[in-house]
């Protein structure tokens, strides 16, 4: 027990993790107070939810008012309404406040991932007057590294970094040597542009301030990594036409899995029938030359391909902020010389393979070869077109991904396929 003890939280949390369940939660027991938050907010969610509910009412309010507000929060929206309400019940008034108030804010804004607990100071004090309220407030506060300037109304209006502090002069006045020029982000915005700003101004924290520019919280960078991480999830679930969900895996029943992949399979299903009737209509031309039949998968497949490498490369590029939509003809006009690259290297290779190995007629493999070099163009440009009118209209681009641009270039493909068979085989 010694040896956990002298360890950092990290690394206690990875010596818990070699335990079973029980032995975990008897050494969690044992642990400063302080220590055990600490821990408990580096835990996953299951084992979190394990704990917590194991530990009496008031061991559990304990940890509740020693975890930081944001990290408290998060644990609470993930649990039943009956344990939550007695793990408030049990937390300080202060900590009820903190949560409460976070609660509040729409999810996936960053009022609802912000800390209330930052240091914030006047612009008339003296350096060696902030120097002492640090003290007084660090041990309490995500970080100390930025202190925020606020004026008699809460308004933020500078920030002073610690640094600066140590080597001003102990009797300079903070509003003289503070940064006027303050990057913030307001209490509504979407978690993902938050992330955005991060990225772009490099920060480990930013304030975050209502609509009257008053500080009511910060963002600190490890929040911004499990946002990115979860938005990365999101996305790649969107993709591949699952409904997002914001558990694991394992924490996931069937039923439940069931519901998230069942409504785009139905939607990719139905949308799907409109293959089965093109190739209905041209029963005639596959019954005279029934050998077209064998290329049908391989050219839907292709088309397929080349339609997911566009979107998934566009869809990236739009949550990057490195395409916006009125970059559309720029990037039409770049795949088409991409398609027409792949698409005649594709198509000579299928010559050759068409004529040696499977030895079909010319005039068959021109066929399939003139419909392949057509297939990849339009596969391309619906596969870089779709996401950015999605983003345009306000959906998530992820959606517009492989199965939903696959289901379209499918039809596509046996349109386009039938149209020449037709034309050069006269059938």
Known sequence: MEEILELESIEQLAALEELEETEQLKVFRILPKDMAADVFSYMDVDVQHFIITSLSERDAGS?????????????????????????????????????????????????????????????????????????????????????????????????????YLLLSQPDDVIGDIMEENVISVNTLMDQEE????????????MPVVDNENRLVGIITVDDIVDIMEQEATEDIEK????????????????????????PWLLLLMISATFTGSIIQNYENALSAYVVLTAFIPMLMDTGGNAGGQASVTII????????????????????????????????????????????VGLTVALVVCCTLVAVVLIAKIVGCTLPMFAKKLGFDPAVMASPFITTIVDAISLLIYFTIATSLLKI
Not at 91 to 108: F, K, M, W
Not at 194 to 205: G, I
Not at 319 to 327: G, K, P, Q, T
């Open 194 to 205: 938050v992330a955005r700003q991060f990225k772009k101004y490099d920060f480990t924290a």
């Open 63 to 163: 940890i509740i008012d020693n975890l930081m507000a944001d990290d408290a929060t998060d644990l609470l929206e993930e649990m039943p309404a009956n344990i939550v309400k007695k793990l408030l019940a049990s937390a300080s008034p202060d900590t009820r406040r903190d949560i409460n108030n976070l609660l509040r804010y729409p999810e996936d804004s960053a009022g609802s991932i912000m800390t209330v607990e930052f240091v914030d100071l006047k612009e008339t004090l003296t350096v060696e007057q902030a120097t002492e309220r640090i003290r007084s407030l660090a041990i309490n506060s995500e970080t100390i590294n930025v202190c925020y300037v606020l004026d008699a109304r809460r308004t933020l209006i500078g920030t002073v970094a610690l640094r």
């Open 316 to 359: 990236r590029g739009l949550s990057l902020n490195d395409i916006e939509f009125r970059d559309i003809w720029q990037v039409i006009f770049k795949e088409v010389r991409v398609a027409g690259l792949c698409g005649i290297t594709l198509a000579v290779a299928n010559f050759a393979k068409l004529m040696l190995i499977d030895r």
């Open 239 to 262: 993709m591949a036409a699952i409904v997002p969900t914001d558990k694991s895996y394992m924490r996931t029943g069937v039923i439940e899995t069931w519901k998230k992949r069942i």
